[in-house]
């Protein structure tokens, strides 16, 4: 009796300190970072004689459970510019359309958009799609053509309210498995934006492409584990948040060249993110 109680205490502890991470690893999530939006709008006053470049995206761009691209770029152009983090975790462009306003506000001199990533992993089949506009609370389930209609209606937003110069990057692939369903449906996504970009007259930036060149050019380098792309994303925050372990360590343990995990970044992929929008701020 007294060693079954000691195993259920035991058994106890160990469900309090899942339970402890999981709570502590959301709140990580969900944290925004400190150059958001409305931290932005409420510094007083604004930086003189810098221009603004809002970031817009998902998790990628939040820079939470990815390298921050976002603060890499401030590094490099922080004489000049002033970069704004509009990533939230988990986001799919059409949450992004619901908060453009707190984009708008800011008044941007550019505006860059890295958004799709969780409507192209959403939309690999039709299970998945409708669980996913369940969660998330969709009017539709996510698709290829959704996500065309919403993020043209973003674009005209912006250049309604706005006048700043945009850009829409394609995505980074995901995963590094170049004959695989998941890289295939990233460039399926890219090449929507790029043809949403055209038709709405803004910059492309074309990080699948330049992405893919360099997967294609060390493919012999790649070994990434077969692993649920949830198991690799929640190994990643607790090995980088919990265990001290930066990105670049988790993407070498997962086999990878630029990723963390199949979906976000190491610090060599959020370098060529920051190479594009470093070259388009610096041309305008």
């Known amino acids: ?102 984009v708008i506000i800011c008044q941007p001199d550019i505006i860059t958009i890295l958004v799709g990533t969780n409507d192209a992993n959403s939309s690999r089949n039709k299970l998945i799609s409708l669980r996913t506009m369940k969660h998330r609370k969709l009017p539709h389930p996510p698709s290829r053509e959704w ?17 700043a110069q945009i850009a829409l990057l394609s995505l980074p692939p995901i995963g590094e498995t170049l004959d695989s369903e998941e890289f295939a449906l990233s460039r399926a996504f890219s090449d929507t934006i790029r043809r949403v970009a055209q038709k709405s007259q803004v910059t492309y930036l074309p990080l699948f492409e330049r992405m893919a060149d360099y997967l294609i050019a060390h493919q012999d380098q790649i070994t990434p584990k077969d692993q649920e792309w949830r198991i690799q994303m929640l190994e990643t ?48």
């Open 237 to 284: 925050v607790i090995e980088e948040k919990i265990l001290g372990r930066d990105f670049d360590e988790v993407s070498q343990r997962h086999g990878f060249l630029l990723h963390a995990d199949m979906l976000h970044m190491n610090s060599k992929g959020a370098a060529i993110i920051a190479d594009l929008i470093e070259e388009f701020a610096r041309s305008r």
């Open 1 to 102: 009796m007294r060693k079954l109680r000691r195993s259920l205490t035991y058994l106890a502890i160990l469900i309090l300190i899942e339970w402890i991470l999981i709570k502590y690893v959301q709140y990580l999530i969900r944290k925004r970072p400190p150059n958001n939006p409305i931290a932005y709008i409420q510094k007083t006053p604004p930086t003189a004689g810098k221009k603004a470049i809002v970031c817009v995206g998902d998790s990628i761009t939040e820079g939470t459970v990815s390298y921050n691209y976002v603060q890499l770029l401030q590094k490099r152009v922080g004489t000049r510019f002033d970069l704004i983090n509009a990533g939230v975790n988990s986001e799919l462009a059409y949450e992004v359309w619901k908060r453009l306003d707190e």
């Open 147 to 163: 996500f065309e209609q919403v993020l043209t209606n973003i674009v005209a937003k912006l250049q309604r309210e706005t006048r």
